[in-house]
């Protein structure tokens, strides 16, 4: 029988007017008309987004390399000028014999002659047609095709799909052919993605509804939040093609927007239910129990979406497509998810009222356990925790800080890179050709670096190509007036390297291109003085580059983020020093995230285990992201606890016992949030590209993190230590939150004492680990 019958009468206190308490008497009244209209958007958003994926960039170099850039420019130079120059697709082909014996060299050339007869395909160059070293194998057995793909990303990626794969690999004659280049790997990483999305899906649905069913004991109130979280997965797919209309976004958004949209309308609806079930069982009616809900929870979820929302919005100041279309993907769909559990979630509990306690699925277990089930003693589990903690805070602070700090050391020793091929499973067809090319040929083709010229006369431009050629690190210069290696000509003129007044050099490294090697080789050739305008292009530029760029935001976007925090936890609390503290104690929060990237990712630890090629290095703008999103989703469990101290210190004015009712009230709804959104992002981290298997996880750490110590050690220890001057605010600030401030709306529950009908929930509770359970759904009754 759900806990919610009772004798005593319910509260009589009417919730406030206002904004939520509207929303309350709209979606009560015209329930079914919304479910309606719900149902023929979803239905028009599967529509609508049943093809983004075929619309989505896949995070090439273009994606985090700053559009106003000396590479950036450099490389519209080049496609502009000289499409070829820039190959990103490789074909490469190997034989049993030779690959100069003459039959396999006919072949080679007619390989490359019908490869250059397809429609958006130039600058096709072989070792058969040119002889260049540089195109064959050291031990003769392979040689190369390269090539450009021309147009965008997107049209690249058809061009191969639709008229290169399939036709130039696999067997050809005597020649067996893989296909390579960037653009390949772009591809393959779409596949994969998308592959490991629909996966990711299939494991986080299941188990989340097993933690609802945990949490909730009824069927009916487990499927609420788990339909509110498919709502905001459909909507998703709708949200990102919309944007595609208007802007680039990166294949990574699918990850992202599916683990926020699923995990965040997962999270408001639990609070939101949980808070209702709380109020039918006062006694109260469906109408004012959803009202009260509304005005306190509802309140929250809006609240905790802006913070999240402004945290990725920091995002917004970086001038990198990868980032800033991640911004838009995630703040729409917090957007979504917050009006999904705000709108939709109130009609359906208008629509079944004390139903949802229908279905318990805690009958089939308590016939056979209820002889062995004990009353949870008064003062166990959440509360006597926060007590324990109050009463050693200066300890627990202390250690708590101290194996924090520890934890997140090793990223004092992170270092930057870019993704490139080994983001790939090893069984990738694009990765094993570019390590064939790394380890077979002398230099890579598609990681040289690219000098554009301006005005340039021949003699001069000959010195500058001489100079760098001598440079440490470089293989070979191939410029317009001939090829120079170790300051010497040593090949013919190419005067197909000029176009006006503009022309353009190769410096082909003989270092890896993305590594401190290349990165020092960039900067040596960016030093060396010409008497002309020279712009330097390339991976390894582009990298450099966008490093600067994220360098010269990174301040702003924190000063946002924290800007904007500090605002909304006083328009919520009143307090000068409350959000300072939340700041602080959620940058803490992710010290072991961070160091475990680092750690983990960067050096190798446990690659084995999760299946990845550690590269020595991170992608430059990944942890921006993973702090953005990290620090918003943190502060929105920060939120939770907050509010509902704050309720609870308006009805009881002690401050202690407020901070322990709030850490009480919010410590099973917040665990379980917390292991519902993990488990999501943990399903996103069992990708087979390195760099969203280190965002999932990554994230999934940080929230437990939050979750499990710094909501639960942390918090309570520091505001003990701070005492009632937690709540302090000079007189103007005082006079300003109690005009524009947002209250919970603690004035909606009334401040005496549980009556008996309330005490068993708020007794079972408390306990643990039965209060993961019976937080939400109260003490069952024999």
Not at 167 to 186: E, M, P
Not at 253 to 265: E, F, I, W
Not at 381 to 392: E, K, P, Q, T
Not at 684 to 702: E, P
Request: proline fraction near 5%.
């Amino acid at each position: 029988m759900p806990p919610v019958a009772h004798d005593t009468p319910p509260p009589e206190t009417t919730p406030p007017r206002g904004l939520f308490t509207a929303l309350a008497r709209l979606t009560g009244d015209r329930a079914r008309l919304l479910l309606v209209l719900t149902v023929i958007l979803l239905a028009g958003a599967v529509v609508l987004g049943s093809g983004v994926a075929d619309r989505l960039r896949s995070g090439g170099s273009g994606g985090v390399v700053d559009p106003a850039s000396e590479s950036s420019y450099a490389a519209d130079i080049l496609e502009r000028e000289f499409p070829g120059a820039r190959p990103n697709l490789v074909l490469l082909a190997r034989t049993d014999s030779r690959v100069d014996d003459a039959d396999v060299a006919r072949q080679g050339r007619e390989l490359a002659a019908r490869l250059a007869e397809q429609k958006g395909v130039t600058g096709v160059t072989s070792y058969w047609d040119t002889g260049s070293q540089a195109l064959r194998s050291k031990d003769g057995r392979e040689a190369l095709v390269v090539a450009r793909l021309t147009g965008d990303e997107l049209a690249a990626e058809r061009t191969l799909e639709n008229r290169v794969a399939g036709r130039f690999d696999g067997r050809q004659g005597d020649l067996t052919v893989r296909i390579g280049g960037s653009v390949a790997v772009q591809h393959e990483q779409q596949t994969f993605i998308s592959e490991d999305l629909l996966r990711a899906e299939a494991i986080a649905l299941p188990i989340t509804l097993l933690i609802l069913m945990v949490v909730f004991g009824s069927a009916v109130a487990a499927l609420l939040p788990l339909g509110i979280g498919v709502i905001a997965i459909l909507g998703t797919n709708a949200v990102l093609r919309v944007l595609t209309s208007f802007t680039d976004v990166s294949v990574f958004a699918t990850n992202l927007t599916t683990a926020l949209g699923l995990g965040l309308a997962i999270d408001y609806a639990l609070l939101i239910v949980r808070r209702y079930r709380e109020e039918l069982a006062t006694g109260r009616d469906t109408p004012t129990a959803l009202a009260v809900t509304l005005n306190t929870a509802g309140r929250t979820v809006l609240f905790s979406a802006a913070t999240v929302a402004v945290s990725l919005a920091a995002m917004l100041v970086f001038p990198l497509y990868f980032l800033r279309s991640l911004a838009y993907a995630g703040i729409s769909v917090v957007v979504l998810a917050a009006a999904a559990a705000l709108i939709v979630l109130p009609a359906l509990l208008a629509v079944l009222g004390r139903r949802i306690d229908a279905l318990d699925v805690r009958k089939l277990v308590r016939r056979r356990s209820r002889e062995q089930r004990q009353p949870a003693e008064a003062g166990t589990g959440w509360a006597r925790l926060a007590r324990w903690v109050m009463r050693r805070a200066p300890l627990v602070a202390t250690g708590t800080l101290a194996v924090l700090l520890l934890l997140g050391a090793p990223f004092l020793n992170v270092g930057f890179g870019t993704a490139d091929y080994r983001q790939l499973p090893s069984s990738a067809e694009s990765r094993v050709v570019q390590e064939h090319i790394r380890d077979g040929f002398q230099g890579s083709p598609t990681g040289a670096i690219e000098v554009v010229t301006r005005q340039a006369p021949a003699a001069e431009l000959g010195g500058y190509a001489e100079q760098l050629s001598r440079l440490p690190g470089v293989l070979r210069v191939d410029a317009p007036t001939g090829r120079y290696s170790d300051g010497r000509s040593a090949g013919p003129a190419q005067p197909d390297r000029t176009s006006g007044d503009i022309s353009y050099l190769t410096v082909v490294p003989g270092v890896e291109a993305v590594s401190d090697e290349g990165k020092d080789l960039v900067r040596g050739v960016r030093a060396v003085e010409a008497p002309f305008a020279t712009y330097t292009s390339g991976t390894t530029a582009a990298l450099i580059d966008s490093q600067s760029a994220i360098g010269r935001g990174l301040p702003w976007a924190v000063g946002i983020i924290v800007l904007a925090t500090l605002v909304l936890v006083f328009l919520l609390t009143g307090s000068v020093l409350v959000p300072v503290q939340a700041v602080l104690l959620n940058a803490l929060s992710l010290t072991a995230m961070l160091g475990a990237v680092v750690w983990v990712f960067q050096d190798g630890h446990l690659s084995g285990v999760l299946g990845f090629t550690p590269t020595g290095s991170i992608e430059t703008a990944l942890p921006v992201l993973m702090f953005c999103l990290a620090f918003g989703l943190s502060m929105d469990y920060g939120i939770f606890l907050l509010s509902r101290i704050k309720e609870e210190r308006e009805r009881v004015l002690d401050h202690k016992a407020a901070v322990v009712e709030g850490i009480r009230s919010t410590g099973g709804v917040i665990t379980a949030a917390a292991l519902v959104l993990s488990v999501v992002m943990v399903a996103i981290g069992t990708s087979r590209i390195t760099n969203t298997k280190m965002l999932g996880l990554g994230v999934a750490l940080a929230i437990l993190m939050d979750a499990m110590v710094i909501r639960t050690l942390l918090v309570p220890a520091v505001l003990s230590l701070t005492g009632r001057a937690t709540w302090w605010a000079p007189g103007p600030l005082r006079r300003l939150h109690a005009r524009f401030g947002i209250s919970e709306g603690g004035s909606v529950r009334p401040a005496p004492a549980p009556d008996a009908a309330e005490a068993p929930v708020r007794e079972a509770e408390a306990g643990e680990p039965a209060a993961v359970v019976h937080a939400v759904v109260g003490k069952p009754s024999d």
